[in-house]
């Protein structure tokens, strides 16, 4: 998962055809749709490597 | 995951000043120090602070470097990326303190703005989409897809925000008449058609934060009942028009254009046109012409483009500043937003700061700071220790402000009855050295050749106008011209067609009105008495530091100077044609003026 366009695994179901009202809320604290670590440390994989500083995130 | 991150502003004027070359210095640098994975770049948009760019930002630790060229980067590669030391002669140096600054909140600059429109600008990397999510970015869009549209009109109408394009009306009030006019189509229209002479607000906006215009787009598509957008742009932003491009394609790949936004049932279109770059498309009429192919002039109102707009549909214009404002309205809340600014005037306003201050540059202020902080604060006074003089407000078409009105408050209606105006947010600081006639002149040419000549009342008035003016800086002035442009100004101003006519007579109103001696002493004395209207100047040579080098005799192209080799000269006033050529060539500083 490079972007948070990129799915985390088989459940995450956010496509042209079928688009996920939660797909903003999941990008900052997802999954939502669904549980595993995993899935929430690829997020946040994305998260760490893009806040460059501590006020980054309090906006 | 990076150890640090390198911030270089990327904004069209720190460009031009050299930041493709920092950051062609600073990856080959990485890589010869195999530290490519270790930090990461970001090329942002403008940080605001043109007059030291480029800047070179380095985070977590937010060391703040300026003016930094390619040569620089070795050592700061060197010193602060692997050393961990920070290179203290490249820090801002507070001229009022005479010490090093490392944060940039530590520097006036920025201390005194309120940067909610700008808050992504000099931050984040405006082409990736991640980021402005990360930054809230679409959850604006995202409460206003389970809202009501007629709940999320009366949020913005709420919140009291006025258009930041000019006029200053009430945003909400505009959405509300296009979400009332029932037709199964309608249009948002984004008017990105900067014209003012320097500024560069809305350019700066969709350089460093394309995403949160789009999202004021969609919400306000949402709103009134819309599915499809025009961003009307001009053609001279290559940068901006790149980035929103990006941004465009990016917001489709996310879902947040296109069909069912969000899972909502919401569909959109963006779709950008360019401009070619004349003044009046600003105007919102003419802007709907030109995008319909036609010659881009304005047409009288009623009816308003809420009520048949592009291609005769209800359409809503806002202008870049406004909608990047719509996003925080939605996510924070209208309270949260009125709860910033005056009474009359909500929320914060961008100005584009030049002319003779010595911080030029981008700020975002609260409504009701005074002209005062933003000259002398943010501004950090006028150049070279010289006095300040006025500042023009408000683009070709304001006003000059002078020194008594150092302490008004800066929002539309302090504006308004000052005789000056908010308009998009051009502020042009003037010195001492400046004629107040021939700056009414210098913006009543530009408002004049910008006239697109529909209505009579602008096309003849500005030239009448302008010839009087040039007439007064050349020394040509006559009893009741004065009155006369008062006349003039106060009929083009009551019955132009567009808002170009209506405010072009502003600055020969307000010079007139604040400045009245310098016209007087134009007229009655012949005499310029900021020495700059050439024609009205006498040049002499001071014999004591003349030396005779026969310089400016050389160059004097009316063979006005006399005078033997190594002797004092001499200027024949009689043929003195009064061009400056001898004072610009003299090396002794002995041609003087008076």
């Not at chain 2, 979400?179 to 309608?186: D, M, T, V």
């Not at chain 2, 600014?341 to 030049?354: D, M, V």
């Not at chain 2, 001696?517 to 005499?527: G, K, L, M, S, T």
């Not at chain 2, 009316?558 to 610009?584: R, S």
Request: include cysteine; glycine fraction near 10%; charge should be negative.
């Amino acid at each position: 998962m490079e972007k948070f366009i990129d799915h985390c695994c088989e459940k995450c179901f956010n496509s042209e055809e079928e688009r996920c009202d939660q797909f903003v809320e999941c990008c900052l604290s997802g999954p939502l749709c669904h549980e595993n670590e995993e899935c929430a440390a690829m997020r946040q994989a994305i998260i760490e490597k893009l806040a460059h500083s501590p006020g980054y995130l309090k906006h | 995951m990076y150890e640090k991150h390198v911030l270089i502003c990327a904004g069209t004027g720190c460009i031009s000043s050299g930041a493709i070359e920092v950051q062609d210095a600073l990856e080959a640098e990485l890589k010869k120090h195999n530290m490519q994975n270790k930090v990461r770049i970001i090329m942002s948009g403008c940080h605001g602070f043109c007059e030291k760019g480029p800047l070179f930002i380095v985070f977590p630790e937010d060391i703040f470097y300026c003016e930094i060229t390619a040569e620089d980067v070795p050592e700061l590669v060197e010193e602060h990326l692997i050393k961990g030391n920070i290179v203290d002669r490249l820090l801002y140096l507070d001229p009022t303190t005479g010490q090093r600054v490392t944060s940039h909140e530590d520097i006036l600059f920025y201390s005194k703005q309120n940067r909610l429109v700008l808050r992504n600008c000099g931050v984040i990397d405006p082409e990736n989409i991640d980021e402005y999510i990360l930054r809230g970015g679409y959850l604006g869009l995202k409460r206003a897809l389970t809202m009501d549209p007629f709940d999320v009109v009366g949020e913005v109408k709420k919140s009291g925000l006025r258009g930041r394009g000019g006029a200053g009306f009430s945003t909400g009030m505009k959405w509300e008449f296009a979400f009332n006019s029932q037709n199964n189509k309608k249009y948002v229209v984004c008017n990105a058609d900067e014209g003012d002479p320097g500024a560069f607000m809305d350019r700066s906006v969709l350089e460093g934060d394309p995403h949160a215009v789009l999202e004021g787009i969609l919400i306000a598509g949402q709103a009134i009942g819309s599915d499809e957008a025009y961003v009307y742009v001009r053609a001279e932003y290559p940068l901006a028009i790149r980035r929103l491009r990006t941004a465009i394609e990016q917001a489709e790949e996310y879902g947040m254009i296109g069909e069912n936004i969000l899972n909502s049932g919401f569909n959109f279109k963006v779709n950008i046109k360019e401009g070619a770059g004349a003044f009046v498309c600003g105007e919102e009429t003419a802007l709907l012409a030109s995008i319909e192919g036609e010659r881009g002039m304005p047409r009288p109102r009623p009816p308003f483009p809420a009520v048949k707009g592009l291609w005769g549909k209800p359409t809503c214009i806002n202008n870049v500043e406004t909608l990047a404002n719509v996003p925080l309205i939605l996510r924070r809340g209208a309270d949260w937003f009125s709860s910033v600014g005056t009474e009359g005037s909500k929320g914060t306003k961008i100005f584009a700061l030049t002319g003779k201050v010595n911080n030029t540059g981008l700020c975002e202020v609260a409504m009701g700071i005074t002209i005062r902080e933003i000259v002398f604060d943010i501004g950090g006074g006028i150049r070279e220790g010289k006095k300040y003089k006025a500042v023009q407000i408000g683009g070709p078409s304001g006003g000059c402000m002078p020194e008594s009105h150092l302490d008004l408050p800066v929002d539309f209606d302090s504006l308004t009855a000052a005789g000056a105006m908010m308009g998009s947010g051009g502020m042009v600081v003037m010195d001492e050295e400046t004629c107040m006639v021939d700056l009414a002149r210098y913006f009543l040419a530009f408002t004049q050749n910008e006239s697109c000549g529909k209505c009579t009342p602008c096309r003849e008035g500005t030239k009448r106008m302008l010839e009087t003016l040039e007439r007064i800086t050349q020394g040509k002035g006559q009893e009741g011209d004065i009155e006369l442009l008062e006349k003039i100004a106060t009929t083009v101003k009551d019955s132009s067609l567009c808002g170009l006519g209506q405010t072009a007579p502003n600055p020969v109103l307000t010079t007139v009105r604040y400045f009245k001696d310098e016209y007087e002493a134009h007229i009655f004395d012949r005499r310029c008495p900021a020495g700059q209207c050439k024609e009205l100047l006498t040049y002499y040579i001071d014999e004591e530091l003349c030396t005779g080098c026969r310089a400016c005799k050389k160059v004097c192209p009316a063979d006005a100077i006399e005078g033997e080799k190594k002797e004092p000269h001499v200027i024949i006033q009689e043929k003195c044609i009064a061009c400056g050529a001898c004072l610009e060539r003299c090396k002794f500083d002995a041609v003087k003026t008076k």
